[in-house]
């Protein structure tokens, strides 16, 4: 864990770097050292050209954003810069079958008059599928360059929005100027969620299900008479110009596919509710927990891409009191949670094909969740294909890059050991021919925190946040149990306290998380921040909502008793 | 591949994993009470179940090779009991962002993994009727389920073939939201006009689909599709049957005069704590009324209440039933059945038919269940003692010939589903406020929403 927080410090420098020294080409590169055609040749490497496909001592060229060769005899080119692969590993660059990876929430509307009425306006209710991810992209956000970070090289993104937010575009996760220099393809699907308007119609999901219903066969109907009305519009009335309902002619035609956002059981049998009423190519974004309908799933070909955010492994009390029954359900949670991890080697054992989508996943943690799926019994063939040429098939983009092979786009992993490894560290990441390094620290002793500058945390300090919700006060209490560091946020708001994770303080900036439960679904929130001698100054952010909000403590005097 | 077989097999039943078809079983039941509600009390009887259906009821039966056999001497057996309002098993309960959403469906927000559903089962109830929500004037439909608990596929629990039915909401409620917001409607008077004037839109949108149907010509433009439009027509057409949460006695008669106008026909009022003033008028018009035992006072409209209205209905001809609308009371509608019969005096008979056969009839599944009579479906409830005893104890609970409970074999944790980050204190507290639903997400608050402008 360690090592993923500092390869985050390490990236933002490197990002930093980048983003600093360049503007009208933001791979240029200072150092002279890579070549204007984009050609590097890694020699001597395993390479793993597509899932159970493996090259050892191999050497790949990557010019013009294209692979070149592959192979155990393959003639570098002289302009080429020559990366020695020996010890490192090579995978296709991966491939994230839903996310919100480049874009921005948009701000929120004000919320206008009048919202009790069946039909708020469209922007309010989420009903906007005409819009388009790419509106909402910033080069350079963060999200494209810490999921890059973990391998993945290209990623369908999808709008921010509610019920129907927009249409999604396969990007490359490549530093650009310019939003339209990352399409791989654009508006590609058509994006929507069991997400209702804040106190207007459509609420919930049945508000939803409905108005999907009713756009559908509207959108049916009005492209119907379009047809009639373009082949011979003399003397008819003109087609509806309703740009909702022209964005659903698409996929009435069967030309763009559905991406649900459907997260659990019951939305995912939802989603596939609809599909079989109003006949569409449905594609499952997200899903956390599949394994109780394989069944469904197979019967209905939909395609599907499996939420890459793992829940947290329950922890057991270890309050000697507790009641058998206590234990008993603390069992029973732990043999859910098992499932949950083991339903990826059940989907790959019954033959269906899945992808994986990062929308809820938090990058940190991405590499992490791969190796316990992996764990718990997914080959890693199958997870890698997962990644790679599933995911490909899954988008229709397999022939131009899920694989390492001549003529497809140089996307590619390079890591130091097995990517599923527990131990290996993604070193290099190529996309579209540009080249990503990471630095990579050595591992220390003594966990995560410096020795040197344990003392400067350790202790009780008094915070203020100020979140949306309003002012919230209480105690970041760190304390030392052997050779660890724990954390423990306390709220005055009476809510319960909360065990930190992932705490680390290096070179005076210090991060950790911890999740809590908001009305069902699990809410992790990261802080990371600096302090400069008994001052904390920093920031909360929860990623599922893509919001952060600042947070100062100060460190309590030392308790006297 | 054999192999791969077996261990796609092996793996199938580590996960729980069973296929997605309703099961139907047979058993023989032997030698009990059996109260078939329609046909007398039958002391000493056999009920023999095959392929999920009554097939003989008689003495002395055998069971055919491979049935089971289930020992009911000194044991009371009756019909699987329906409650005719309930929100259990469902996600979702109110889309209540506007006055009037009959396109809205309660069969989109089953959650077939709510352990309410075991708890149904194991006080005897086989069916319920999860309704939409009372915020608004006309709410949602209503979706018509049988207790098939186990599957995690919410179509395996629908009642197939049950007739459609929405929810219509009167008084007290639907005005709270108009009130609050400052837009129709703030009366009684408001949301007798909501309905009016709903139902004759409806008719305009019915003319104008009639008259673009009646034209054959594609290169007509169609008018706008409308599913509210389209449920309400159908409500005009008979096919959906209306449930109307009411209290007061002046606005079940009013509606009455609605429907009468609008030529309605299929009309059950919920709660009604005011039906027995009006209970003449409810027989002239067949309006049923669903209502509870003894429960009232919670709101100033629910003062003028008595424990006597079911027997009154009852015995002005009122087709009545006693429902829950909680997941508590579900547990004990036997006991709430026999509180009828302690201030009314009902027989044994009538007092068991509120919570069995009228509110069948009420649902238009009295074909099916509601009844031991042969050809039925075997939904069964057997019990320890007569089921109007306050000693009685149910002890097994039977959905299509299929034993769903049995309370010698009860295993104490029946969630289906566990959250693996759930909190294992969140499960033990049962919290009594989550237990009344009716107004569930009428405020429409989220996570999110808590961190938006507003």
């Known amino acids: ?561 | 591949m054999k192999r791969k077989i077996l261990s796609i097999f092996i793996l199938l039943v580590a996960f729980g994993i069973t296929t997605a078809t309703a099961q139907t079983g047979d058993v023989l039941i032997k030698n009990g009470t059996v109260i078939t509600i329609t046909d007398g009390t039958l002391e000493n009887t056999d009920v023999l179940v095959r392929d999920g259906k009554i097939s003989r009821i008689g003495k002395n039966l055998n069971a055919p090779r491979g049935v089971e056999e289930i020992d009911a001497t000194g044991k009371f057996v009756m019909p699987g009991i329906i409650d005719a309002h309930s929100h259990i098993a469902g996600t979702s309960i109110n889309e209540g962002t506007s006055q009037v959403t009959a396109e809205v469906s309660m069969e989109d927000v089953v959650d077939p993994m709510d352990v309410s559903i075991y708890r149904a089962l194991a006080g005897g109830v086989t069916s319920i009727h999860l309704m939409h929500g009372s915020a608004n004037v006309i709410g949602g439909q209503n979706e018509t389920l049988k207790l098939r608990y186990g599957s995690t596929n919410p179509d395996d629990l629908r009642f197939e073939g049950a007739p459609r039915t929405i929810k219509f909401a009167l008084g007290e409620n639907p005005t709270r939201g108009g009130r609050a917001r400052g837009i129709q409607p703030q009366s009684r008077m408001g949301v007798e006009a909501m309905i009016r004037n709903s139902l004759n839109d409806a008719l305009m949108y019915k003319k104008a689909w009639d008259e673009y149907r009646s034209q054959r010509n594609d290169r007509k433009t169609p008018p706008e599709y409308d599913l509210r439009m389209e449920t309400l027509v159908d409500i005009l057409e008979g096919e959906i049957l209306v449930h109307c949460h009411s209290y007061r006695a002046d606005e079940i008669y009013m509606l009455m005069k609605v429907f009468n106008d609008f030529g309605i026909e299929k009309l059950t009022f919920q709660h009604a704590n005011e039906a027995y003033k009006v209970a003449p008028e409810l027989a002239e018009f067949g309006a049923y009324a669903s209502i509870f035992s003894d429960w009232w006072a919670y709101k100033l409209e629910v003062y003028y209440s008595t424990a006597y209205n079911a027997a009154i209905l009852t015995k002005n001809g009122v087709n009545t039933s006693i429902n829950s609308d909680s997941g508590e009371l579900i547990r004990h509608l036997y006991h709430e059945a026999a509180k009828s019969q302690k201030y009314g005096q009902l027989s044994d008979n009538d007092a068991l038919a509120l919570i069995t056969i009228n509110p069948a009839i009420q649902l238009g599944i009295d074909d099916r269940v509601g009844s031991i009579e042969e050809g039925k479906d075997a939904d069964l409830a057997i019990y320890e003692g007569h089921p109007l005893s306050v000693y009685t104890v149910p002890l097994m609970t039977f959905v299509d010939g299929v034993k769903y409970f049995d309370r010698a074999t009860d295993a104490k944790d029946q969630r289906l589903y566990i959250d693996p980050e759930s909190n294992i204190q969140d499960i033990q507290i049962l919290d009594a406020h989550d237990h009344h639903l009716c107004m569930k997400d009428a405020e429409v608050m989220d996570f999110n929403s808590l961190f938006n402008n507003k």
């Open chain 1, 1 to 561: 864990m360690k090592l993923q927080r500092e390869l985050v410090f390490g990236l933002s420098l490197v990002l930093l770097l980048i983003s600093g020294s360049t503007s009208a080409s933001a791979q240029s590169d200072p150092t002279g050292e890579s070549s204007p055609t984009r050609t590097y040749a890694i020699t001597n490497a395993t390479i793993v050209q597509s899932p159970g496909e493996v090259i050892e001592g191999g050497s790949i060229v990557f010019k013009n954003g294209m692979i070149l060769g592959v192979g155990t005899n393959v003639s570098i080119p002289g302009d080429a810069q020559v990366i020695d692969g020996t010890d490192l590993f090579v995978y296709p660059g991966f491939i994230d079958g839903m996310s919100y990876t480049g874009a921005k929430r948009p701000e929120q509307m004000e919320r206008p008059d009048n919202l009790f009425t069946p039909n708020p306006p469209n922007d309010y209710a989420g009903i906007t599928p005409e819009r388009t991810v790419i509106e909402q992209i910033e080069v350079g956000d963060n999200s494209i360059s810490n999921l890059r970070k973990v391998g993945f090289t290209v990623s369908h993104s999808v709008p921010y929005g509610r019920m129907l937010p927009g249409s999604g575009s396969i990007l490359l996760l490549s530093d650009a100027d310019h939003a339209d220099q990352m399409i791989l393809m654009s508006n590609v699907s058509m994006y929507t969620q069991f997400s209702g308007a804040p106190g207007a119609y459509p609420g919930n999901t049945l508000g939803i299900m409905a108005k999907w219903r009713n756009l559908y066969i509207n959108a049916r109907n009005q492209n119907q008479y379009a047809q009639v009305y373009s082949k011979n519009p003399t003397g008819l009335e003109r087609p509806t110009q309703d740009r909702v309902l022209q964005a659903f002619y698409p996929v009435v035609e069967k030309e763009k596919p559905v991406f649900y956002n459907a997260n659990s059981l019951l939305e995912a049998q939802r989603a596939l509710r609809l599909m079989n009423e109003l006949d569409f190519e449905l594609v499952l974004g997200n899903l956390e927990d599949g394994w109780h309908m394989v069944d469904l799933l197979k019967e209905s070909n939909a395609k599907v891409f499996m939420s890459l955010d793992l829940p947290d492994e329950p922890k057991d009390s270890d309050d000697e009191d507790k009641t058998d029954e206590v234990a008993e359900l603390e069992k029973l949670r732990m043999e859910s949670y098992k499932n949950h991890l083991a339903q990826f080697g059940l989907f790959d054992s019954l033959g269906i094909t899945f992808g994986f989508s990062t929308i809820d996943a938090s990058a940190s943690k991405i590499k992490s969740n791969l190796t316990m799926i992996v764990e718990a019994g997914l080959s890693e063939d199958a997870a890698l294909a997962a990644l790679t040429t599933n995911a490909a098939k899954l988008l229709g983009i397999e022939t131009i890059t899920g694989s390492l092979e001549s003529g497809k786009i140089a996307n590619a992993v390079i890591s130091t050991g097995p990517y599923f490894e527990k131990d290996s560290n993604v070193k290099m990441v190529f996309v579209d021919g540009h080249k990503y390094d990471f630095e990579i620290k050595e591992k220390g002793a003594g966990g995560s925190v410096d020795a040197a500058s344990e003392s400067t945390l350790l202790g009780s300090w008094s915070y203020v946040s100020t979140s949306p919700q309003g002012e919230l006060t209480g105690k970041m209490i760190f304390e030392k149990e052997g050779d660890e560091i724990t954390g423990l946020m306390t709220s005055d708001g009476g809510n319960p306290d909360q065990a930190l994770s992932n705490i680390s303080f290096v070179n005076g900036t210090l991060s950790f998380d911890y999740s809590f439960d908001g009305g069902g679904q699990s809410i992790e929130i990261v802080i990371v921040g600096d302090i400069t001698g008994t001052d904390f100054d920093g920031e909360a952010s929860v990623a599922q909502f893509n919001i952060s909000f600042p947070i100062t403590a100060t460190k309590d005097a030392p308790n006297n008793n």
